[in-house]
């Protein structure tokens, strides 16, 4: 196939009016699978901060197949674009969460308490203290892994602003 024929056919589906709504369920799908790579085949283990930013994604796979099933059910206008005006906003919430998390990354900001730097402090006893000393903890202003000098929650914040578009992109299809 030709570069012509793969960019005719690539315009094509993006023009298709369930491409924002698919896009947006297949960018979740791809993004938790990478998280969950980066954590069982990497070995790269998750701080707090990592595990509540896979939080809006469940939720924008579920509203992007909600929209799909709106739109397979013929559902009324308002419905679907109700489902990406809630799109947008988890997307959004994912936005805050990955920007927030880089800036504690990049050293722009502190982070919570309970996983960051030199504030996080387990006294010396016996039982399940010694337990709890003994196990690794992941601080969230660490960078785990990073390419070009983007860490992971800084990767996950452009993905959440595509989100947003898509969404936004969605609703605007909507109205037309």
């Known amino acids: 196939m030709n570069v012509a024929a793969l960019t ?27 998280a969950y ?8 283990r998750p701080c707090p901060l990592c595990l509540e930013q896979r939080l809006p994604w469940f939720v924008l796979i579920v509203i992007g197949g909600g929209i799909l099933g709106a739109r397979a059910a013929k559902a009324p ?5 109700g489902l990406y005006g809630l799109a947008a906003i988890v997307a959004l919430w994912g ?14 900001w502190p ?26 903890i992941v601080f969230c202003d660490v960078v785990a ?3 070009l000098g983007v860490s992971l929650a800084g990767f996950n914040f452009v993905f959440s602003l595509l989100a947003v578009a898509l969404a936004g992109w969605g609703a605007w299809k909507e109205t037309r």
């Open 37 to 44: 790579a980066f954590e069982y085949l990497g070995g790269i």
């Open 95 to 108: 936005t805050y969460l990955a920007g927030f998390h880089a800036g504690v990354e990049y050293k722009w």
């Open 111 to 136: 982070g919570p308490q309970d996983c960051s730097g030199d504030a996080i402090h387990l006294p010396s006893g016996g039982g399940l203290l010694d337990d709890i000393s003994s196990s690794e």
């Open 8 to 34: 005719f056919r690539v315009q094509r589906s993006a023009a298709h009016p369930l491409f924002p709504a698919a896009a947006i369920a297949g960018l979740g799908i791809a993004l938790l699978a990478g």
């Open 145 to 147: 892994w990073s390419f």
């Open 77 to 81: 206008d308002w419905v679907v674009l």
